[in-house]
């Protein structure tokens, strides 16, 4: 009977796919054919030419670089031990931090940000006289600005949070911390040790997640005046409309390599690790 439905399913599967990949792959194409057709011209690779040369472009660039790179060290240092304690030493308290971890995606960015520039700006109105104005200064640094960081992490916590719940539930946690303490090593070195290295596929994935977050996000940062690469690409689109194209094309394509080198890396791990176990 299984086999008889999943033979009955298999058309429809096909079905979905197809429908998939053109909702997907016709609006690039679209693009891709907007950013090499010029009117009068024909083909032409220019608008992938000027890229590296635009102004705003390595600038922009590096920032959300060095925004995702801070993000994913911030949101992985705090979630980590504490999704690790949390199904060692109190796993009733699950419920409650999967509702809080979730809470962004109840929570519009636009609401968020909102809260976050009424706080920016009633703090150095009232704290002007005390040692926490030069706080708010630093966070709202434009060369760095720690206030996009904060609220990245924020963000990216309800896809960290999936991806770190995932890779624990795989694992025997207790045992491997049990067994590293009977050696001798401290929590720590036990966290280190033992289960960071089981741990590696999904610390990638939430690696990944929180990166493309980063990369995208245009409301927060936008709304509180800084220029990531997210921004830069709407602001040069009213300019140089094939150059804005052609870089979101190009960034889509880095993001899809990316994750399928991903993907790659983790199946070729599992496999390893099923050979080593036979």
Request: positive net charge; glycine residues 6%.
């Amino acid at each position: 009977m299984a086999r008889v439905t999943t033979a009955r399913l298999r058309p429809w599967r096909g079905v979905v796919l197809a429908f998939a990949a053109i909702y997907f792959l016709v609006p690039l194409a679209a693009s891709a054919i907007f950013t090499v057709d010029v009117p009068g011209q024909g083909f032409t690779l220019d608008a992938y030419g000027q890229i590296f040369a635009a102004e705003g472009f390595t600038t922009s660039l590096l920032l959300s670089l060095e925004l995702a790179a801070a993000t994913v060290l911030v949101v992985l240092l705090l979630m980590v031990p504490a999704m690790v304690a949390l199904r060692l030493s109190a796993p009733r308290l699950r419920p409650l931090v999967e509702v809080v971890c979730s809470l962004p995606l109840v929570v519009p960015p636009i609401a968020l940000v909102a809260g976050v520039r009424t706080v920016l700006g009633w703090g150095p109105e009232y704290l002007s006289s005390t040692p926490l104005f030069q706080t708010f200064v630093a966070v709202q640094n434009p060369d760095f600005p720690v206030v996009l960081v904060l609220t990245d992490v924020v963000m990216a916590l309800p896809f960290v949070y999936r991806a770190l719940d995932a890779g624990l539930r795989a694992i025997d946690v207790r045992t491997l911390v049990e067994a590293a303490r009977s050696c001798g090593a401290s929590y720590p070195r036990a966290l280190i040790s033992t289960v960071l290295p089981n741990l590696r596929g999904a610390l990638l994935n939430a690696s990944f997640l929180t990166l493309a977050l980063v990369l995208g996000e245009f409301t927060v940062a936008s709304l509180l005046g800084f220029q990531p690469f997210a921004v830069w690409i709407v602001t040069a689109s009213g300019s140089q409309a094939q150059l804005s194209v052609a870089v979101s094309v190009l960034s889509l394509l880095v993001t899809w390599a990316l994750l399928l080198a991903l993907t790659a890396f983790s199946g070729r791990r599992s496999s390893t690790r099923t050979a080593s176990q036979e």
